[in-house]
């Protein structure tokens, strides 16, 4: 049965929201007014008056956040797996659903569950909230009959993969705060601070010790031609960023960054454990290897590690073992074709992969705390030696002053 969103006026005037499920329009109308209320507008969910056009709601904004999905996906892998049909399990997720975007995409799917179309193929009117691996791996649950084990793995992979995110962010971000108040102190102190002392004894017709000339030629040039540095790194920015929508030469910067040191193996540890956890996830869910391989090389947010997945797929076509097909690829870490080679010999590639995700994501945690650990101390070092300096070249003249009068 359909959904309508409804906007209508109660008896003392005031606009009211809502959704009712009827068979059309005019059944809809009718149920509003049921509710005592005047109907200025009904609109079918999906429909080309509503946001998402006639093929779905597709949202100009997402329903749901990422810790959001992982919330969701754990409350209907519950109602499911404790045996709820899935309508009522729609259901109960949206009346307990806070936002009206949330309860507009439940009611939809609803909607579409009801007219007959399997769960996989109603999420995939909302391409923003279910990626193509959320809906590959309900697909393989509905198939298997088995959707409430399904999705209670889908929850974990989601849970796993926002902690491991989170981690790494958490570690990079202090030496990223760090710097970024670093930087604002040393302008204000080159551009503010040294001109007021340095100038008083400009006057004195003496010469400046050297590193307060130094210090007095960068303020200048900062309070002359900052903004045009500035101008010219927003130009840069902008330039590489239209560059990097070319495919051949975004393929080949994030190749080149994966040789950068420290962050190239970060980057490449954290995308390989991505790949091999989305992988074990279809694999385990009964999803074919190939449609796996290609929906997990699409999680890849490195372009030169996808086009290698990519490569390893076509291989896997042709009939070379995954491990094979992997080991030939060195932006890969060995790890992921050893645990692929012992999963194939044993028959339990999907525990293997999931073996080699967690290795990894182990590996990048260890690795992002290790260079946080490093940048936090190097950082206050080098800030500090920064200020030093400006704080001599203020200070010379001082000194300087004191030996002229003696």
């Not at 049965?1 to 329009?25: Q, S």
Request: hydrophobic share 50%; aromatic share 6%; with cysteine.
């Amino acid at each position: 049965m359909p959904a309508y969103r409804y906007e209508a006026l109660d008896a003392a005037g005031k606009a009211r929201h809502g959704l009712v499920e009827a068979d059309n329009a005019k059944a809809a109308r009718a149920l509003v007014r049921a509710q005592q209320l005047v109907p200025l507008s009904v609109d079918a969910i999906g429909s080309d008056n509503g946001p998402g056009g006639a093929s779905g709601p597709r949202f100009r904004r997402r329903a749901f956040s990422n810790a959001g999905l992982t919330v969701w996906t754990r409350q209907f892998a519950g109602l499911v797996g404790s045996g709820l049909p899935l309508e009522r399990a729609l259901t109960a997720l949206a009346d307990e659903a806070e936002e009206p975007r949330q309860r507009e995409l439940i009611a939809h799917l609803k909607s579409e569950v009801n007219a007959g179309s399997p769960f996989a193929r109603a999420m995939a009117s909302c391409p923003k909230d279910f990626d193509e691996v959320y809906r590959a791996v309900v697909a393989a649950g509905e198939q298997s009959g088995a959707l409430g084990a399904v999705m209670e793995r889908l929850a974990d992979d989601l849970e796993e993969r926002q902690a491991l995110r989170s981690k790494v962010v958490g570690a990079m971000l202090y030496p990223m705060v760090v710097s970024l108040i670093a930087v604002v102190i040393v302008t204000f102190l080159v551009t503010y601070v040294v001109p007021q002392v340095a100038g008083v004894f400009i006057s004195s017709k003496r010469a400046l010790p050297g590193l307060t000339v130094a210090m007095l030629a960068l303020s200048d040039f900062v309070r002359h031609w900052g903004w045009a540095v500035l101008l010219l790194l927003a130009a840069g920015g902008g330039a590489l960023a239209m560059a990097l929508r070319n495919p051949a030469f975004a393929e080949r910067f994030d190749a080149g960054f994966l040789n950068v040191p420290l962050f190239g193996r970060l980057a490449r540890g954290y995308n390989a454990a991505r790949f091999a956890g989305t992988l074990a996830m279809l694999a385990g869910a009964g999803v074919p290897i190939l449609k796996a391989l290609q929906a997990a090389a699409e999680t890849l947010g490195n372009r030169a590690m996808r086009a290698d997945a990519m490569d390893a797929l076509a291989q896997v076509r042709e009939g070379a073992p995954l491990a094979s097909a992997l080991a030939g690829k060195k932006r890969f870490p060995g790890l992921l074709a050893m645990f692929s080679r012992l999963g194939e010999q044993t028959g339990q590639l999907p525990l293997m992969l999931d073996r080699a995700a967690r290795q990894l994501g182990s590996e990048v945690q260890r690795r992002a705390l290790t260079l946080a650990t490093l940048l936090e101390p190097l950082l206050i070092v080098a800030m500090g030696s920064v200020v030093m300096l400006i704080v001599l070249a203020v200070l010379l003249p001082i000194i300087q002053l004191n030996t002229w009068v003696k």
